[in-house]
């Protein structure tokens, strides 16, 4: 029997998280082919996760630098293992290979986490990206995991295109997998739809967690708001998102119509009913899962360039996009207020979705490449002469640094024990 293993960062939080629903549907991809799915993941579980057990899906706690692991792999005997980000595979990527050699070794990055860093860096000192920015020592780590993995799941078009030009990363270890939807069919989606005079408000969403999220909501807060705010004294911004921490909280204003609403148990329902999507986002990597869930629901959005990167479909965005607080407010009054133009937003994302993020586009693609490289894996790992010498070097120095912490921890055990017995004593 094929077993999938998944190592994850977090336990899945479809309805807090777009990172939570893409590794949904890649559980969902393996359990139709009828393949045995363990969810492992060294966090606590969330009040917010996903039962993955109604899907029939294992879950197990397991423990950072313990060799406890190497026995749960032993007994699992997985045909895949998929880390979930970078991290997850330096820490138990050399565990993986040490107990299960012929185990596909399986990374979704989620997105470049060295592209959404290097990004903020350059943000927060208010200038262009640099080179230095780009070559940091995170990039030097996720991509080095990339090469020690036998595949890698990259989720936006323009990162594919930064790994292969910019970084030389051979194309057969990289698997374009953005988001699918089962559906996107414009009839069927307008006909649950409420109509443009039936919506009112402006609705922002994300992850507080997510520092892209939280900058974009002090942009909102400090300059943006205001600026829509006095051409539209009615409107109200309904903010949204999973974990907001008290200095978030403190910005809710009623009397400004700028309301902090929290976790929202059905992001469809808030898009929906508001008439324009705000995302202001001055830095980020991969693609953001509120886009899709406004244009599934034909709510038009307003975001930068950073925002729409991936997504928009021969330049069309379903919304606009402006780059200073100014643009995206006049932006934003625009699409507010204009009901033709709101309508022809609508139409392009739905467009983009059925062009662009259909399952049926790429899910069925992506389980071939899979199980091309697994059915060719030695000579795919001898092809990838780098992977093999970063596992045999920098790898082994997370493995011994895991090894380390173990043996402290279970020599500290051991001075307490002795110290407690000499008590009792």
């Not at 393996?30 to 294992?58: G, M, Y």
């Not at 045909?79 to 820490?91: I, N, P, Y």
């Not at 309508?343 to 069925?364: D, M, N, S, Y």
């Not at 899979?370 to 000579?379: G, I, K």
């Amino acid at each position: 029997m094929s077993v999938l293993l998944v190592v994850g960062y977090v336990w899945p939080e479809p309805n807090s998280s777009a990172a939570g629903s893409r590794m949904l549907s890649l559980l969902a991809m393996f359990r139709q082919q009828n393949w045995t799915v363990i969810f492992a993941s060294p966090a606590e579980k969330s009040p917010h996760r996903f039962d993955l057990s109604q899907w029939q899906i294992a879950e197990q706690q397991i423990q950072l630098n313990d060799s406890s692991f190497d026995k749960q792999l032993k007994q699992w005997q997985p045909t895949v293992v998929m880390f979930d980000r970078f991290m997850l595979e330096e820490q138990f990527g050399w565990r993986v290979e040490q107990q299960c050699p012929d185990a596909l070794r399986l990374l979704d990055t989620e997105d470049l986490h060295f592209l959404r860093l290097a990004r903020q860096q350059a943000f927060k000192a208010g200038r262009a990206v640099t080179l230095d920015d780009l070559h940091s020592e995170q990039a030097q780590r996720e991509i080095a995991a990339i090469y020690r993995s036998d595949l890698t799941l990259i989720i936006s078009e323009a990162e594919m295109q930064l790994l292969i030009e910019h970084f030389k990363v051979p194309t057969e270890l990289l698997c374009y997998s953005p988001f699918w939807l089962e559906t996107s069919a414009e009839a069927e989606l307008l006909t649950e739809l409420p109509l443009f005079e039936q919506r009112q408000h402006f609705v922002s969403i994300g992850n507080f967690r997510h520092e892209p999220n939280w900058q974009a909501v002090l942009w909102l807060k400090q300059q943006i708001w205001p600026l829509i705010r006095k051409q539209l004294p009615k409107a109200e911004l309904h903010i949204y998102g999973a974990y907001p921490p008290p200095k978030a909280t403190q910005l809710h204003q009623p009397k400004e119509g700028f309301l902090l609403k929290g976790w929202a148990e059905s992001a469809a329902e808030v898009v929906k009913s508001c008439r324009v999507l705000l995302a202001p986002l001055a830095f980020g990597a991969g693609l953001k899962g509120k886009f899709i869930d406004a244009m599934v629901q034909g709510t038009p959005s307003v975001t930068t360039a950073i925002g729409a990167e991936g997504m928009a479909h021969h330049g069309l965005w379903g919304g606009l996009i402006g780059e200073t607080a100014e643009q995206i407010a006049e932006a934003a009054v625009l699409l507010y207020q204009d009901q033709v133009l709101w309508q022809q937003k609508q139409q392009q994302g739905f467009r983009i979705l059925a062009e662009r993020f259909t399952l049926v586009q790429h899910q069925p693609r992506v389980w071939q490449q899979l199980m091309d490289v697994q059915q060719q894996l030695s000579q795919h790992r001898l092809m990838n002469f780098t992977g093999a010498m970063l596992r045999h070097h920098q790898h082994r120095s997370t493995q011994f640094m895991a090894q380390w912490i173990e043996a402290k921890t279970k020599l500290a055990e051991l001075k307490h024990s002795l110290a407690q017995e000499t008590t009792d004593e």
